[in-house]
């Protein structure tokens, strides 16, 4: 069995985009057709998706203390499904245009928590969620020192207002099983962490 897919983007044909919504993101209208596994083409398909950009998520870790470096900041889209909307989060960014990906996790570790990295490793890459948006994560590991990592960050203009935690590996595990931590980059950091620990460790020494 082929590992590859049977269609690419060449088997899509957009007919239609139509801007819905241009604010602090954007929303894009699409009409288009594709090519359908049984042979053919489809009918007209219309989706609306929420055009926000792609962005790193960062987790670093200490291998010294054996501590991750977590933050906590509110989150107006958990309110409808959680009991809290302050979230227990790998740091993240959006990687804006003239800014790479390994920029802008050096970027964000200072501005959401005041710390420096060392071994920036490329874990893995994800589409958030593709049936509604474009949105593509890269998921980054470093090393950092977590000693430096305290107190409350974030861009004011962002309005950003974040907690900075130093978190055990034991607990991060807790957390992860409990449900304590349930939005999707830092569930997929933490998890590539668990399962790669020695493979990642051997590289940043």
């Known amino acids: 069995m082929s590992t590859s897919p049977q269609f690419s983007n060449k ?14 993101f954007k929303m894009v209208q699409y009409q288009v057709k594709h090519k359908l596994f049984a042979g053919g083409w489809s009918n007209t398909v219309t989706r609306e998706m929420f055009e926000r950009g792609h962005a790193v998520a960062l987790l670093p870790y200490d291998p010294n203390t054996q501590e991750f470096v977590l933050i906590e900041q509110f989150r107006l889209g958990a309110m409808a499904t959680s009991e ?37 490793t490329k874990a893995c ?32 203009h962002e309005s950003e207002d974040i907690l900075v935690h130093r978190v055990k590996e ?13 939005n999707a980059a830092a569930i997929i950091a933490l998890q590539y962490f668990f399962l790669n620990k020695e493979n990642i460790l051997a590289t940043w020494i």
């Open 11 to 24: 088997d899509v044909e957009v007919l239609k985009t139509t801007a819905l919504y241009d604010g602090f």
């Open 84 to 120: 809290s909307p302050w979230l227990m989060e790998v740091i993240a960014g959006m990687i804006d245009p003239g800014y790479s990906a390994v920029e802008v996790c050096h970027k964000e570790a200072q501005e959401e928590a005041g710390i420096s990295l060392t071994n920036l």
């Open 125 to 156: 890459s994800y589409l958030s969620s593709p049936g509604g948006t474009t949105e593509r994560l890269d998921i980054y590991l470093a090393q950092t020192d977590a000693s430096q990592a305290a107190g409350i960050h974030g861009v004011e």
């Open 170 to 182: 034991a607990t991060a595990k807790e957390w992860l099983q409990s449900g304590r931590i349930d």
